[in-house]
T-cell receptor
């Protein structure tokens, strides 16, 4: 079972920031928070991951609460091409053959 | 750039046929994975491999086998395809170690008639 809960769907206006929440209240100390997205009929695409500090890359920012029980993925200026299903996953830091458990994710629709 | 490629994007096969799905990664990753994705069921792990000639069963290995003769290549084999194996098949790879991201291929959509 996935260890995360996400809203099933969200809308966002093009050009605005998209803020996607994720709850992971049972996360343990050595587990990272990963975000992936999947555009229709394609393989999942890695976005970002973090442990406890906030992270930013060219695609997005990841804000993790101090207690690490929830996080938010921020797409600062959403475009129509960001329409996808976004998955939040927690994964132990020692990746010795651990598969990623994808839950149902959040279907983000970016509207013109 | 990270690259995982899969041999076909779309494949149509008949019941009972032997089917080969190939995955190649160019990142020198030790780990390679095969998943299937079905509506409402998410991604389910079929097999993974942590080194050449090594393999481990995932959650749903029945009806499948795998082969890893070279580090960069991981093959999924459907010995005798059945209609319930119609699905999207996804390959992924990662380094062994700490916080190693899995990178996915584009997927193969298989239809078994």
């Amino acid at each position: 079972d996935a260890k995360t809960t996400q809203p099933p769907s969200m809308d966002c206006a093009e050009g605005r920031a998209a803020n996607l929440p994720c709850n992971h209240s049972t996360i343990s100390g050595n587990e990272y928070v990963y975000w992936y997205r999947q555009i229709h009929s394609q393989g999942p695409q890695y976005i970002i991951h973090g442990l406890k500090n906030n992270e930013t890359n060219e695609m997005a920012s990841l804000i993790i609460t101090e207690d690490r029980k929830s996080s938010t993925l921020i797409l600062p200026h959403a475009t129509l091409r960001d329409t996808a299903v976004y998955y939040c996953i927690v994964q132990p830091s020692d990746n010795y053959g651990q598969n990623f458990v994808f839950g149902p994710g959040t279907r983000l629709s970016v509207l013109p | 750039d990270v690259k995982v490629t899969q041999s076909s994007r779309y494949l149509v096969k008949r019941t009972g046929e032997k089917v080969f799905l190939e995955c190649v990664q160019d990142m020198d990753h030790e780990n390679m994975f095969w998943y299937r994705q079905d509506p409402g069921l998410g991604l389910r792990l079929i097999y993974f491999s942590y080194d050449v000639k090594m393999k481990e069963k995932g959650d749903i290995p029945e009806g499948y086998s795998v082969s890893r003769e070279k580090k960069e290549r991981f093959s999924l084999i459907l010995e005798s395809a059945s209609t319930n194996q119609t699905s999207m098949y996804l390959c992924a790879s990662s380094f062994v170690g700490t916080q190693e991201t899995q990178y996915f291929g584009p997927g193969t959509r298989l239809l078994v008639l």
